[in-house]
């Protein structure tokens, strides 16, 4: 269906239609997002206790998959399915304590909190019964630092997605960076989930678009580094406002390093900054409309206000702006695809080319 050369010198960005057609805004719910991870909540928000009970669904207002997060008398996380397979009643339908199992409030069937059926109230006379389908559909769970994620069907394992965060930015005690409300909020943005992270995956449009922010990056070093299934931007300090402090042995040691921009496939962008981390989720909600949301989680305070990091809502709304732009000129009759600068934008041919091997 799509395919992406790739020879970044030669390949043409994914077409306009891509960005508007509903068939393909579809076809991304079982290719792309039922096969990657998605973040659920990070641990000391919920399930933090033996017991503890989460249900959500699996993405609001796009793919309504009920699911339970829980966390067993033993301490091990479940990701289950949340519909009873007698009847398909929603099980848990508020977040709290299960001290006696899972049980449905229509029939009274009864699960471990595995998943495992247990009993079911007048079951006298049933054949085959039970049986392996009587059990709940068990997800993957993983957790990273505070961070619990699940897959409906993944592609690829979950280290191999995570491994380069680790590497680049395990340094940090990311476990004790704190959630801020105050300091994080969604964006409704009339634009395609994928023209929001294009428009993330390149630093090429900085001194266009974030003047403020291009007064303190150095734009000759600012580079982008690739995974197998993310990327890495690394934005250098001109003046040496704020930089991480790497430690000897880090790959990146001896260099002002301001900014960390971590994006994993498809949606999830981790922005770490020396006052902590500003995470964006991108949903998606129809073709030419997506959810961001911005989840700040702070380390050290006292540096908040300097740096590359210390104006994201406004470096969000420039951004904003210029993909709902690009919104409108990618369903252009004349606009048929673009090409990439090889020097700037291998992030966004990277992005391309994983969409494209994964939409087949
Ligand atoms: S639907 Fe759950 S016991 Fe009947
Ligand atoms: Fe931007």
């Not at 266009?208 to 990056?217: P, Q, R, S, T, Y």
């Not at 690009?326 to 090409?339: M, N």
């Amino acid at each position: 269906m799509y395919k992406i050369e790739p020879d970044i010198r030669r390949a043409a960005t994914l077409p306009g239609t891509f960005y508007n057609a509903p068939e393909a805004f579809e076809a991304c719910k079982e290719h792309v997002f039922a096969r990657s991870w998605q973040l659920i909540t990070d641990a000391d928000e919920t399930v933090r206790l033996p017991h503890d009970a989460m249900p959500f669904s699996f993405m609001d207002n796009f793919m309504e998959e009920p699911l339970l997060l829980l966390r067993d008398g033993a301490d091990a996380l479940h990701c289950l399915s949340n519909v009873c397979t007698h009847r398909g009643k929603i099980l848990v339908e508020h977040a709290g304590r299960l001290e006696r199992g899972i049980v449905c409030g229509y029939h009274g069937r009864r699960f471990q909190m595995n998943g495992t059926f247990v009993a079911m109230p007048e079951s006298q006379g049933m054949e085959n019964f039970p049986c392996a389908a009587d059990n709940l559909p068990a997800l993957p769970v993983r957790q990273w630092r505070q961070f619990i994620f699940t897959s409906l069907d993944p592609a690829f394992p979950f280290d191999t997605w995570i491994e380069g965060v680790e590497r680049k930015i395990g340094f940090l005690p990311i476990e004790t960076f704190r959630f801020s409300a105050a300091r994080s909020r969604d964006y409704l943005v009339r634009a395609n989930w994928a023209l929001y992270c294009d428009n993330y995956l390149e630093g090429f449009h900085i001194p266009f678009v974030h003047k403020g922010l291009a007064n303190l990056l150095d734009w000759n070093s600012y580079r982008t580094e690739l995974d197998r299934w993310g990327n890495c931007q690394i934005g250098i300090s001109k003046g040496g406002v704020e930089v991480f402090d790497l430690p000897p042995g880090h790959e990146d040691y001896g260099q002002m390093v301001s900014a960390y921009y971590y994006w994993l496939f498809p949606n999830l962008m981790l922005n770490f900054y020396p006052w902590g981390l500003s995470m964006n989720i991108v949903r998606p909600l129809q073709p030419n409309l997506c959810k961001v949301s911005f989840r700040a989680y702070v380390w050290d305070e006292t540096k908040l206000g300097a740096g590359a990091g210390a104006d994201v809502d406004l470096v969000e709304r420039e951004d904003e702006a210029v993909v709902e732009q690009v919104q409108i000129g990618t369903r252009s009759r004349f606009y048929q695809h673009g090409r990439f600068s090889p020097e700037r934008e291998q992030g966004v041919h990277q992005f391309h080319r994983l969409l494209a091997e994964m939409l087949g």
